[in-house]
């Protein structure tokens, strides 16, 4: 009898058994490229979706079907924040009904939450164009700042997945161990970009210059989201005559032709840098697209 | 049967001279998301049922409030200024709270809001890409139809975005005419029951596909009304929120498809929509109605209207983001 009633409960408990493990991968939403590979990096059997690529401007997405219903299977939803998403991720949000990544005290991350943003503005005007009021939140080309966005995402993972907390810890471990390698090398490689001048398109690489010490000087936008005008390309060309920009250097998602119609008359060279893990051939995940950036910065002569 | 006679206006213009918006994700009830749009417009041609003229004007101004009340609840009030035929009137179109939190892909909406059915009726018309709305919108729901009532939808957990929804509406605006002002409608006149499915191909391509029913207790025209309706409608060149053509059943199917190079939508993209509409049980008798054999009319239940239209909307944006130069090749 005893024997017998052990074993209907363990006949009992295995289809749950079954049920448990096939549900434990977290199912990972991520705006943008960069999140999704950090997450693939922190939570290697997740089911990790990203709804842009590093071709697509992340200020302009499409809530399209496909990311609704994405969306709908959510546990985690990783974003920049800092209202990058703000015209198309509260509008996933409520056509997608998934309560679960609501709010960001459940399955919402925000990198730009766990770390200081640059250029915070203390009023916003509509004559300033589409700023980003509450700071820059292109801030994926920070390493540092990526270290302490890793460290908070993993600790979000385990929060809504206890079970598998030890191999969230593990990731991350191996993750920061090999990222702090990477740091000095990459730091070898800003020293002699440090104090270059550049002209570039928007604020896309604001913390990539800020960390790396390049100042951009100009901007082909005339104001924040706006396209290149030919009056702005103009007083663009005067301020490349002063002789001291080392290059113009444009995002894997933005457009060419105003970089090289100013490159071509200022006799400059023009850049397009990867925005992301995939804006170029050698970006396969994080640390490739750095390696790939500082290459393609040191390579300019 | 009538089916709606448009003619082919072959390009519209449309800038949105003006738009302002505050927004945040982290909106709230002393926080909330202000956006005001105002829109100029330019048109060519002129086109049935129309309520804009040629040449420049402005359209609507819409001013909009939307916050997340709590975590539980959204809600959002839009007031809409219109300016046509010289005269100036303020519409509330949405005043509308909608859950957050209901499980497993439910949510319900209360309020007064846009209908869900259609491809472009859940749409706010400033973000259209002709300066008015296809003649069957225009005809059959009123331009846009909303109204009072409550919706219930679901989003199934697939990998293909599969939606439905029901709602229920007082139906005021899309009443049968009332020559006489003496009809009992029903105070719940209109229900509605929708469906849409949508996916990618590949990165630069998306697409949608929808069918939607609208029955209407209100919809029948009364026998002794019809015979000079249709003209009543040729003429018509106001400005209204009401449907001219009515009936018990209407049938929507709609498809939209989207591509943008790279899926890169900030500089370039295309969209082809189209819809097509079909109104049925136009005509009815008066309850108590008696025949004696001497009515000339005849009803007949293969009465029906239709209207379809087919758009393709190309945008590039070298200057103006939003929409500036829209090509219109098919508008039927
Ligand atoms: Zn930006």
New interface residues.
């Given amino acids: 009898m005893r024997i017998n009633s052990k074993l209907l409960l363990a006949v009992a408990v295995m289809p749950l058994l079954f049920t448990a493990t096939a549900k434990a991968e977290l199912n990972v939403f991520a705006c943008e490229a960069e999140y999704a590979s950090l997450a693939k990096t922190l939570a290697p059997s997740a089911d990790i979706y990203s709804a ?2 590093a ?3 992340p ?4 809530a ?3 990311l ?3 969306m ?2 959510a546990d985690l939803v990783v974003c920049a ?1 800092a ?1 990058l ?2 015209g198309w ?2 509008m996933l ?7 679960k990544v ?2 960001t005290d459940e399955g919402l991350f ?1 990198a730009a939450d766990q770390v200081e943003t640059l250029d915070k503005l203390a009023s ?1 005007e ?1 004559s300033m164009g589409d700023v980003h009021a509450k700071g820059n939140p292109h801030l994926h080309l920070d390493p540092e700042r990526m270290l302490t966005i890793a460290q908070a995402l993993s600790a979000k993972m385990i929060e809504l997945d206890p079970q598998n907390s030890s191999e969230y810890q593990q990731s991350l471990a191996d993750f920061s161990q090999r990222w702090q390698a990477k740091i000095p090398q990459w730091q070898e490689q800003a020293k002699g970009l440090a104090g270059k001048k550049v002209i570039a398109y928007h604020s896309s690489f604001r913390y990539l210059f800020n960390w790396a010490g390049i100042e951009q000087v100009a901007d082909l936008e005339p104001k924040p ?3 290149p ?1 030919s009056s702005h390309l103009a007083s663009l060309l005067t301020r490349a005559e002063q002789g001291d920009v080392m290059a113009v250097i444009v995002a894997s ?3 060419e032709r105003g970089a090289k119609w100013l490159g071509e008359r200022a006799n400059l060279p023009v850049l397009m840098l990867p925005m992301s893990v995939g804006g170029n051939d050698q970006s396969k995940d994080l640390f490739s697209l750095y390696d790939s950036l500082f290459a393609l910065l040191n390579g300019v002569k | 049967m009538s089916a709606l006679n448009t003619r082919v206006s072959l390009l519209a213009l449309a800038c949105a001279f003006s738009s302002y918006s505050v927004m945040a994700e982290d909106s709230s009830l002393t926080n909330p998301n202000i956006s005001a749009v105002l829109d100029g417009y330019y048109q060519t041609g002129d086109r049935p049922l129309a309520e804009r003229e040629e040449g420049f004007g402005l359209g609507e101004t819409e001013l909009a409030l939307s916050a997340n009340i709590d975590d539980n609840f959204y809600g959002k009030i839009t007031t809409v200024i219109e300016s046509a035929d010289g005269e100036t009137e303020l519409n509330l179109e949405e005043a509308f709270i909608q859950t957050l939190a209901l499980p497993s892909g439910l949510s319900a909406r209360a309020g007064r809001f846009l209908s869900d059915i259609g491809y472009l009726n859940n749409q706010h018309k400033h973000t259209d890409s002709f300066t008015e709305r296809p003649a069957a919108y225009r005809a059959f729901l009123g331009n846009h139809y909303y109204d009072d009532g409550i919706r219930l939808s679901y989003v199934a957990p697939t990998d293909l975005y599969w939606t439905m929804g029901v709602e229920a509406f007082s139906g005021d605006s899309l009443r049968a005419a009332d020559e006489h002002g003496d009809r009992d409608f029903d105070d719940v006149g209109v229900f509605t029951a929708l469906t849409k499915i949508g996916g990618d191909i590949g990165v630069e391509s998306s697409w949608q596909l929808g069918l939607s029913y609208l029955r209407n207790e209100n919809g029948l025209a009364y026998a002794e009304e019809h015979e000079d309706e249709e003209e009543e409608v040729a003429d018509e060149h106001e400005h209204s929120h009401s449907a001219s053509y009515t009936g018990e059943n209407t049938y929507i199917a709609d498809f939209v498809y989207k591509w943008a190079p790279n899926g890169n939508y900030k500089y370039q993209n295309l969209t082809l929509s189209g819809e097509y509409f079909r109104v049925t049980d136009i005509f009815g008798e008066e309850p108590g109605h008696i025949d004696d054999g001497l009515d000339d009319h005849e009803i007949s239940d293969d009465d029906y209207h239709e209207g379809w239209y087919l758009s393709s909307v190309y945008q590039f944006s070298p200057s103006c983001i939003r929409r500036c130069a829209l090509w219109r090749s098919g508008y039927l």
Avoid: W
């Fill in positions: 842009t690529t071709m697509q401007d200020h302009q997405v499409q399209r079907p496909s609704i219903a994405k709908r299977q924040g209202d998403e703000i991720l509260p949000q409520m056509k997608a009904s998934n309560p609501k709010s925000f916003v509509r989201g706006l396209a005008t998602y933005q457009d």
